[in-house]
């Protein structure tokens, strides 16, 4: 069965700090790997996905993340944090090309930027 | 306009009433979803929809209904409402080529 894990349930990072939130999967196939970031009061916004290709993907607000099939993970990078990062963030998977539509949510990584 | 609109954005409602959480899109998309969220556990799947005639349990359906209106309406129900349903609702669309997620602002409900 599919699972994601997101070991950091909180991360405190000062402003102009760079930042890195794990993600962990497990799923037998190549999975699609998505980030997204739901801020105070609002929805969750994709901030990016891979499907395949290079396994460096580039997102908004100059996130990044990166797959790697050995470890099965697929961490979010910023090299320099903003205080409007300040949000929860949430890695998921979904089923690859069987397509199922269906996501698997990793339990969040609140992340705190202190000034 | 945003592309998903929940309604009501803020519900509080009592042990065993009956409420429904609307969920209406603008972007075409054939598939619809229906997720809660609580602290620490992310977002779980309750229901969802590939199109109008086709609608399928997620993990934690208990409690719950829904109806698919249409293409672009994709409604969740409480039957009889319990303290323990007390969350952030959210719904989603994605189209049928992708399984990128499409989320609506959230319903935050309270069941008294």
């Known amino acids: 069965a599919q699972s994601v894990t997101q070991p950091d349930i909180h991360i405190t990072v000062s402003e102009g700090a760079s930042l890195e939130l794990r993600c962990n999967y497990s799923?037998?196939?190549?999975?699609?790997l998505f980030w997204y970031v739901q801020s105070p009061g609002q929805g969750l916004q994709l901030l990016l996905k891979y499907f395949s290709g290079d396994t460096l993907v580039q997102g908004i607000k100059g996130f990044e993340a990166e797959f790697k099939r050995s470890q099965s993970s697929f961490n979010l990078r910023k090299p320099s944090v903003h205080w409007s990062d300040a949000a929860e963030y949430f890695c998921a998977v979904g089923a690859g090309s069987s397509n199922t539509g269906k996501l698997i949510f990793g339990q969040g990584t609140t992340l705190q930027v202190k000034p | 306009d945003a592309d998903v609109t929940q309604t009501p954005r803020n519900r509080i409602t009592k042990t065993g009433k009956r409420i429904m959480l609307e969920c209406s899109q603008t972007?075409?998309?054939?598939?619809m979803y229906w997720y809660r969220q609580d602290p620490g556990l992310g977002l779980r799947l309750i229901y969802y929809s590939f199109d109008v005639k086709d609608i399928n349990k997620g993990e934690i359906s208990d409690g719950y209904s829904v109806s698919r209106q249409a293409q672009a309406k994709f409604s969740l129900s409480l039957e009889s409402a319990i303290p323990n349903q007390t969350a952030l609702y959210f719904c989603a669309t994605s189209a049928i080529i992708s399984e990128t997620q499409y989320f609506g602002p959230g319903t935050r409900l309270l069941v008294l």
């Open positions: 972007k075409g998309h054939d598939r």
């Open positions: 799923y037998g196939a190549t999975p699609y």
